[in-house]
């Protein structure tokens, strides 16, 4: 059984709203070549991907006819299907027309320039190298990112996106090759079998009763065998970590998914990971890896039952060596967290999820003012919870975590510093309040003694989000932190080193009309600035893509690489070494 994700396969009303870009330089060359895994274990080609869609319409004209083919389903589950696809229809996608998309949910806005999707690109070889790129850097850097298979029909915010990996691997004497791929979620297989999105898109779509209604909707695809959820329905595409021989991508609606870079720096999914059957909940997309113990340290959060968290380690050979509930009074959003070297540092913000916000017309994701944001503090050694306490810090909501550390005060109260950056209005991200955004990197002092706090902005007048320290210090006490320059938001033009001893900047610039994202941090040496740095940038003027190298110390490019295909604005990335690569399972 075979299902073409051609455009073909969604309504002709659909398809013509759509404006589409040319298929890049090298697309033509590689079109028979693009696999895709089925649920049935079978491979499905793939003939043509959709065209790159830069800026689908904000809603589809209605009546919209899905025509989604369900060879497998008996005749009463076909009449079932046919049914509900006509609700969607007649229904859904009217009530969700009512209502004009926030620019957060507007198709037309989050998917449009480099932020639309790509076509999967299998292994390029021979890339052109400018400079000379450093022996200590011979591996693989993966970048993860939103990538939607099909044109939304309603709202997309750009957390729903399907995950797609970009990989750059880097050889002896400047060899370089570029591949990416889709992360073969359960969610997206299922997806690409039936020719057309499905599953509900958490953010763009669960808005009010049009939201109910989707899921109500789904529930019923469900439960007549035409869609199954049982085996999970997250997208992967937040974050990678690579841990006990495996590359992982995250995100926060689900579990991690294994990934195998092959030989050939190509890609493949194993598929769904519950670290050998030990955990069966979602982890959030940023787990911490202790530089000293090399344990991992993760989170997971649950919006429908109490106690809202769990908080989840595992040794160097992937054993589960804690897993531990925290209650919370409300689910909240914890996009992120910090290790210090005797503590778990647990942010409870003003992000929280309220799904009878639903009932009420709105969205489960809210900010609530009302709410006193919070850090916990939780014992590594802690196997049950009961040592955690907490500090208040009002008005503070850091959708990141760039490092902590403990002190001693002169009077001799101990004291966790955390490093993050602070993001007003905290709901940013979410929704459309006309504010400005500011996102300031910011010191925050907690004392455990007294349970006072108290915070210091670092950099003023300069958006800085999506970056790190480096790793190998990660718990300690750093001095330099390297992050993207998000201006003008949302896009990035630059990376900025911050000394946070005395506030200085050092900034390297992409140059106008070029913007990039998160800059990661690859060690070399025992110095904490000793190493390089290194991300995708593109340039939107000329209409090329780079992946560019640039020494830390001085913050000077060494080297830049010219890619084959156009790579959209993405999120979280790592590095795998050439000794971990052959260490992969």
Same mark, same amino acid.
């Given at each position: 059984?075979?299902?073409?994700?051609?455009?073909?396969?969604?309504?002709?009303?659909?398809?013509?709203?759509?404006?589409?870009?040319?298929?890049?330089?090298?697309?033509?060359?590689?079109?028979?070549?693009?696999?895709?895994?089925?649920?049935?274990?079978?491979?499905?080609?793939?003939?043509?991907?959709?065209?790159?869609?830069?800026?689908?319409?904000?809603?589809?004209?209605?009546?919209?006819?899905?025509?989604?083919?369900?060879? *497998?389903?008996?005749?009463?589950?076909?009449?079932?299907?046919?049914?509900?696809?006509?609700?969607?229809?007649?229904?859904?996608?009217?009530?969700?027309?009512?209502?004009?998309? %926030?620019?957060?949910?507007? %198709?037309?806005?989050?998917?449009?320039?480099?932020?639309?999707?790509?076509?999967?690109?299998?292994?390029?070889?021979?890339?052109?190298?400018?400079?000379?790129?450093?022996?200590?850097?011979?591996?693989?850097?993966?970048?993860?990112?939103?990538?939607?298979?099909?044109?939304?029909?309603?709202?997309?915010?750009?957390?729903?996106?399907?995950?797609?990996?970009?990989?750059?691997?880097?050889?002896?004497?400047?060899?370089?090759?570029?591949?990416?791929? #889709?992360?073969?979620?359960?969610?997206?297989?299922?997806?690409?079998?039936?020719?057309?999105?499905?599953?509900?898109?958490?953010?763009?779509?669960?808005?009010?009763?049009?939201?109910?209604?989707?899921?109500?909707?789904?529930?019923?695809?469900?439960?007549?065998?035409?869609?199954?959820?049982?085996?999970?329905?997250?997208?992967?595409?937040?974050?990678?970590? #690579?841990?006990?021989?495996?590359?992982?991508?995250?995100?926060?609606?689900?579990?991690?998914?294994?990934?195998?870079?092959?030989?050939?720096?190509?890609?493949?999914?194993?598929?769904?990971?519950?670290?050998?059957?030990?955990?069966?909940?979602?982890?959030?997309?940023?787990?911490?890896?202790?530089?000293?113990?090399?344990?991992?340290?993760?989170?997971?959060?649950?919006?429908?039952?109490?106690?809202?968290?769990?908080?989840?380690?595992?040794?160097?050979?992937?054993?589960?060596?804690?897993?531990?509930?925290?209650?919370?009074?409300? %689910?909240?959003?914890?996009?992120?967290?910090?290790?210090?070297?005797?503590?778990?540092?647990?942010?409870?913000?003003?992000?929280?999820?309220?799904?009878?916000?639903?009932?009420?017309?709105?969205?489960?994701?809210? *900010?609530?003012?009302?709410?006193?944001?919070?850090?916990?503090?939780?014992?590594?050694?802690?196997?049950?919870?009961?040592?955690?306490?907490?500090?208040?810090? %009002?008005?503070?909501?850091?959708?990141?975590?760039?490092?902590?550390?403990?002190?001693?005060?002169?009077?001799?109260?101990?004291?966790?510093?955390?490093?993050?950056?602070?993001?007003?209005?905290?709901?940013?991200?979410?929704?459309?309040?006309?504010?400005?955004?500011?996102?300031?990197?910011?010191?925050?002092?907690?004392?455990?003694?007294?349970?006072?706090?108290?915070?210091?902005?670092?950099?003023?007048?300069?958006?800085?989000?999506?970056?790190?320290?480096?790793?190998?210090?990660?718990?300690?006490?750093?001095?330099?932190? #390297?992050?993207?320059?998000?201006?003008?938001?949302?896009?990035?033009?630059?990376?900025?080193?911050?000394?946070?001893?005395?506030?200085?900047?050092?900034?390297?610039? #992409?140059?106008?009309?070029?913007?990039?994202?998160?800059?990661?941090?690859?060690?070399?040496?025992?110095?904490?600035?000793?190493? *390089?740095?290194?991300?995708?940038?593109?340039?939107?003027?000329?209409?090329?893509?780079?992946?560019?190298?640039?020494?830390?110390?001085?913050?000077?490019?060494?080297?830049?690489?010219?890619?084959?295909?156009?790579?959209?604005?993405?999120?979280?990335?790592?590095?795998?070494?050439?000794?971990?690569?052959?260490?992969?399972?």
């Amino acid at each position: 059984m075979q299902h073409s994700l051609r455009s073909d396969l969604l309504p002709p009303e659909t398809s013509s709203r759509f404006r589409f870009l040319p298929q890049s330089k090298h697309i033509n060359n590689i079109k028979s070549r693009l696999l895709i895994n089925n649920p049935f274990k079978k491979t499905t080609k793939l003939p043509d991907f959709p065209p790159l869609l830069i800026s689908p319409a904000t809603s589809p004209p209605s009546p919209v006819k899905l025509k989604p083919t369900h060879h *497998y389903l008996n005749p009463l589950q076909n009449l079932a299907a046919f049914m509900l696809d006509k609700i969607e229809s007649s229904l859904v996608v009217p009530m969700e027309k009512t209502h004009p998309l %926030p620019k957060p949910t507007d %198709p037309s806005i989050q998917l449009s320039g480099n932020f639309a999707p790509v076509n999967e690109c299998p292994v390029q070889n021979g890339l052109e190298v400018v400079g000379h790129i450093p022996p200590c850097l011979r591996g693989v850097y993966v970048r993860n990112g939103a990538n939607p298979m099909f044109p939304p029909l309603g709202g997309h915010h750009l957390f729903d996106g399907d995950g797609m990996i970009h990989a750059v691997s880097i050889g002896s004497d400047n060899r370089v090759s570029y591949s990416c791929r #889709y992360t073969k979620t359960n969610r997206l297989v299922q997806e690409a079998e039936l020719g057309r999105s499905v599953f509900p898109k958490p953010i763009g779509e669960l808005h009010g009763h049009s939201g109910l209604a989707r899921l109500a909707l789904f529930a019923a695809r469900a439960e007549i065998g035409l869609v199954d959820a049982t085996h999970g329905m997250g997208v992967a595409n937040a974050g990678v970590v #690579y841990f006990n021989g495996r590359l992982l991508a995250m995100s926060e609606d689900d579990l991690p998914y294994h990934v195998k870079i092959n030989g050939h720096g190509d890609l493949e999914t194993i598929g769904r990971f519950r670290f050998d059957e030990q955990i069966d909940c979602p982890v959030i997309a940023h787990p911490k890896m202790d530089p000293t113990t090399r344990d991992l340290h993760t989170l997971s959060y649950n919006v429908l039952k109490k106690p809202h968290l769990k908080y989840l380690k595992f040794d160097t050979c992937g054993k589960k060596t804690r897993d531990v509930d925290i209650t919370l009074e409300q %689910p909240t959003m914890i996009h992120d967290f910090a290790i210090t070297e005797n503590f778990v540092v647990i942010p409870d913000q003003q992000m929280v999820f309220k799904l009878s916000e639903m009932i009420r017309g709105g969205s489960p994701v809210i *900010y609530d003012r009302e709410k006193m944001s919070r850090f916990g503090f939780l014992s590594k050694q802690d196997p049950t919870g009961s040592s955690i306490s907490w500090v208040d810090v %009002p008005d503070c909501f850091c959708f990141h975590l760039w490092n902590a550390w403990e002190e001693i005060t002169e009077d001799g109260d101990p004291v966790v510093v955390v490093i993050g950056s602070c993001m007003n209005p905290p709901d940013t991200i979410f929704s459309e309040s006309g504010e400005p955004t500011r996102i300031e990197l910011t010191e925050i002092r907690l004392n455990l003694r007294t349970k006072e706090s108290n915070r210091n902005v670092i950099i003023t007048g300069m958006n800085l989000e999506a970056g790190q320290v480096n790793q190998n210090f990660l718990g300690q006490k750093t001095r330099f932190v #390297y992050l993207a320059i998000a201006d003008p938001w949302p896009r990035c033009s630059g990376i900025a080193k911050v000394d946070l001893e005395n506030g200085t900047v050092t900034e390297f610039k #992409y140059g106008p009309g070029r913007f990039g994202g998160e800059p990661y941090f690859v060690s070399e040496g025992e110095g904490e600035d000793e190493g *390089y740095v290194m991300g995708f940038v593109r340039d939107e003027e000329r209409d090329e893509s780079e992946f560019v190298v640039v020494e830390a110390s001085d913050m000077k490019q060494v080297a830049a690489v010219q890619l084959p295909e156009r790579v959209p604005y993405g999120f979280h990335g790592t590095f795998v070494s050439e000794n971990q690569l052959k260490e992969q399972v």
